[in-house]
């Protein structure tokens, strides 16, 4: 064991929570709403966990003064949250929606009457179903004229009241799932339609920080990315290969274009070889070059150990969405790597690692490479919840894995990042996009089940008191 004397917190730490339109929200079609392709999808048969759906969620849209309530009284500083797209704009583009302006508007007002920072994200998966229908969405440039439309609504109308904003939540992820894992809309398997979307969210990213520096002069913004730091499973040179190869494709690849503005040299070379490069066009180099974020916004759960993958190897299978122990798949990239599991880590109910240092792993990696400002933008642990015969839910499982990895950040501020704050994932419990409500986060259990929202109370967990003194000791009571 070391024990360095560690950095504390500075002052103005962001203290914060986090959430996700489409996962607390309800009122799916309220004062105006257009659907999103995750209303369309979620009522798909076989797409999600019992068929769970986001219509009325934890119904945020409706209790949302409560909500904000509890956030005052646990003494958070910071909330993100993310705005519907299809809220605001039902068909995509043309004619703002009065009706889902003024609910944000509504909940802004109420979390600043309080003191706490709004930190507001601009997409978070529910893209309008309109522009799914009319051109598959991501898949197509003209999504990117419409995006920053969109943003420059918001900019626009909140600039004067939001400091911090996120650009697109967890780029890597949403289509990684789409394209590669045909698990979020449109749900196929094409390497080269994966790349290009990809492409035109970075097109999207630039345009929307291009238009913010005219519009939000005083604010911050970045895009959040979902981190898992790549490691090597031997010493074995080729597993090193491996995990570098790893590091490249499922990090490098997205963080380096927001930052730098350039795509990575040896993953180019393998998509060119391939034939799944994206297609370029005049002026992108120059745009993506241009639009440099202030800061990036991380969400870390877990590490990831890769291997050697032969040429005839494993490619992209599944995950776990169940909830049940060691479900989880070997997943990779024939010719590249593949996943194994960390015998030294242990592991949630859905197989993702435990790993603390992962975090000031990943801090150090992302603060060596980019030297940028970092805000944690989600960390946190899923698991089945109980409400006890007490009425409480005792979730010192949770406690525990907040606690070491805040101690992972103080780590990673003493090894000199910069890190803005730390939003926990999540404020409330929330639908999980494929696990249902079963897999729950957040501070304060909501009584539901997957298809009954029963009566929806918010109940105080152990986790709700303990991060009320974290946050009232500025970290220094862990
Ligand atoms: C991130 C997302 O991927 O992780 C959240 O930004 C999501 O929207 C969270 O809920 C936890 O993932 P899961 O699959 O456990 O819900």
């Given at each position: 064991m070391h024990h360095r004397q560690l950095a504390p917190f500075?002052?103005?730490f962001l203290w914060g929570a986090a959430s996700a339109a489409y996962q607390i929200e309800g009122g799916w079609n309220a004062d105006g709403k257009g659907p999103s392709v995750w209303d369309v999808f979620s009522k798909q048969p076989g797409?999600?966990?019992q068929g769970s759906n986001g219509d009325v969620a934890v119904d945020h849209y409706h209790r949302y003064q409560e909500d904000v309530a509890l956030m005052a009284e646990m003494g958070l500083m910071a909330y993100r949250f993310s705005i519907s797209w299809p809220r605001i704009f039902p068909q995509g583009r043309g004619e703002a929606n009065e009706g889902g302006l003024a609910f944000y508007e509504r909940l802004i007002d109420a979390l600043l009457a309080h003191g706490i920072e709004p930190v507001v994200t601009l997409y978070h998966w529910d893209a309008p179903q309109a522009l799914m229908d009319e051109y598959g969405a991501w898949?197509?440039?003209?999504?990117?004229?419409d995006f920053e439309h969109y943003c420059r609504a918001l900019f626009t109308r909140f600039g004067a009241k939001v400091r911090y904003w996120i650009t697109l939540n967890e780029q890597n992820i949403d289509t990684t799932r789409s394209f590669l894992l045909a698990k979020h809309p449109p749900a196929v398997r094409d390497r080269q339609r994966f790349y290009q979307a990809n492409h035109h969210a970075f097109l999207a990213n630039a345009r929307a920080i291009r238009a913010f520096r005219q519009l939000v002069p005083g604010g911050k913004i970045g895009p959040t990315f979902c981190y898992c730091p790549a490691y090597a499973a031997s010493s074995r040179p080729q597993d090193v290969v491996a995990a570098e190869s790893a590091e490249e494709f499922t990090n490098h690849w997205w963080l380096d274009v927001y930052a730098t503005g350039r795509y990575p040299a040896s993953a180019w070379a393998w998509l060119v070889?391939?034939?799944q490069a994206p297609r370029i066009e005049g002026g992108d180099a120059e745009l993506l070059a241009e639009a440099k974020p202030d800061f990036l916004g991380i969400n870390y759960y877990y590490s990831q150990v890769f291997e050697d993958n032969a040429l005839d190897g494993v490619g992209e299978t599944d995950f776990n969405t169940s909830g049940q122990k060691g479900s989880t798949?070997?997943?990779?990239?024939?010719?590249?790597?593949?996943?194994?599991?960390?015998?030294h880590l242990p592991t949630s109910n859905w197989d993702w690692a435990i790993d603390p240092d992962g975090l000031r792993i990943t801090l150090r990696r992302v603060t060596s490479r980019y030297n940028l400002p970092v805000l944690i933008t989600e960390n946190g642990l899923g698991e089945f919840d109980q409400l006890s015969d007490d009425g409480k839910v005792h979730d010192g499982y949770r406690i525990d894995y907040l606690r070491h990895h805040l101690l992972a950040c103080q780590q990673a501020i003493s090894d000199g990042t910069k890190l803005m704050g730390y939003c926990a994932w999540s404020?409330?419990?929330?639908l999980s996009w494929l696990n249902g409500y079963q897999k729950r986060y957040g501070f304060v259990y909501v009584n539901r089940t997957e298809t009954d929202p029963l009566d929806l109370a918010r109940i105080r967990k152990d986790s709700f008191y303990w991060y009320r003194d974290v946050i009232a000791s500025n970290g220094r009571k862990l």
């Amino acid at each position: 064991m070391h024990h360095r004397q560690l950095a504390p917190f500075p002052e103005g730490f962001l203290w914060g929570a986090a959430s996700a339109a489409y996962q607390i929200e309800g009122g799916w079609n309220a004062d105006g709403k257009g659907p999103s392709v995750w209303d369309v999808f979620s009522k798909q048969p076989g797409r999600t966990y019992q068929g769970s759906n986001g219509d009325v969620a934890v119904d945020h849209y409706h209790r949302y003064q409560e909500d904000v309530a509890l956030m005052a009284e646990m003494g958070l500083m910071a909330y993100r949250f993310s705005i519907s797209w299809p809220r605001i704009f039902p068909q995509g583009r043309g004619e703002a929606n009065e009706g889902g302006l003024a609910f944000y508007e509504r909940l802004i007002d109420a979390l600043l009457a309080h003191g706490i920072e709004p930190v507001v994200t601009l997409y978070h998966w529910d893209a309008p179903q309109a522009l799914m229908d009319e051109y598959g969405a991501w898949e197509s440039r003209r999504i990117v004229d419409d995006f920053e439309h969109y943003c420059r609504a918001l900019f626009t109308r909140f600039g004067a009241k939001v400091r911090y904003w996120i650009t697109l939540n967890e780029q890597n992820i949403d289509t990684t799932r789409s394209f590669l894992l045909a698990k979020h809309p449109p749900a196929v398997r094409d390497r080269q339609r994966f790349y290009q979307a990809n492409h035109h969210a970075f097109l999207a990213n630039a345009r929307a920080i291009r238009a913010f520096r005219q519009l939000v002069p005083g604010g911050k913004i970045g895009p959040t990315f979902c981190y898992c730091p790549a490691y090597a499973a031997s010493s074995r040179p080729q597993d090193v290969v491996a995990a570098e190869s790893a590091e490249e494709f499922t990090n490098h690849w997205w963080l380096d274009v927001y930052a730098t503005g350039r795509y990575p040299a040896s993953a180019w070379a393998w998509l060119v070889e391939h034939g799944q490069a994206p297609r370029i066009e005049g002026g992108d180099a120059e745009l993506l070059a241009e639009a440099k974020p202030d800061f990036l916004g991380i969400n870390y759960y877990y590490s990831q150990v890769f291997e050697d993958n032969a040429l005839d190897g494993v490619g992209e299978t599944d995950f776990n969405t169940s909830g049940q122990k060691g479900s989880t798949p070997v997943n990779g990239v024939p010719g590249l790597y593949k996943t194994t599991a960390n015998p030294h880590l242990p592991t949630s109910n859905w197989d993702w690692a435990i790993d603390p240092d992962g975090l000031r792993i990943t801090l150090r990696r992302v603060t060596s490479r980019y030297n940028l400002p970092v805000l944690i933008t989600e960390n946190g642990l899923g698991e089945f919840d109980q409400l006890s015969d007490d009425g409480k839910v005792h979730d010192g499982y949770r406690i525990d894995y907040l606690r070491h990895h805040l101690l992972a950040c103080q780590q990673a501020i003493s090894d000199g990042t910069k890190l803005m704050g730390y939003c926990a994932w999540s404020f409330t419990d929330l639908l999980s996009w494929l696990n249902g409500y079963q897999k729950r986060y957040g501070f304060v259990y909501v009584n539901r089940t997957e298809t009954d929202p029963l009566d929806l109370a918010r109940i105080r967990k152990d986790s709700f008191y303990w991060y009320r003194d974290v946050i009232a000791s500025n970290g220094r009571k862990l």
